[in-house]
């Protein structure tokens, strides 16, 4: 992944199954972990594989990622997940 700033505007849209589920513009953020942390807040009923399509629209790239949710167990309050390369 190119590298993330915390200056840069980034752009993001999640599909799952080529439906679009949600889209966030971010900024502030300077890491990919850092979106999905925030991911991980806002998808709180989703599981399964997910796209997320990241344009960074301060350096000018886009990205795309894919990650696979579980929902959390009745004990775990976060998200687990994978990354698929």
């Known amino acids: 992944m190119t590298r993330i700033e915390s200056k840069d505007i980034l752009y993001t849209t999640v599909s799952q199954r080529g439906n679009i589920i949600g889209k966030l513009t971010l900024s502030g953020i300077n890491s990919f972990s850092g979106i999905v942390h925030i991911l991980q807040h806002s998808l709180k009923n989703v599981s399964g594989l997910i796209t997320i399509q990241i344009r960074n629209r301060s350096q000018g790239w886009s990205e795309n990622r894919s990650l696979i949710l579980s ?7 976060a998200l687990q997940l994978s990354l698929c390369l």
Request: proline share 14%; hydrophobic share 0%; no cysteine.
């Open 71 to 77: 929902t959390p167990s009745t004990h775990k309050s």
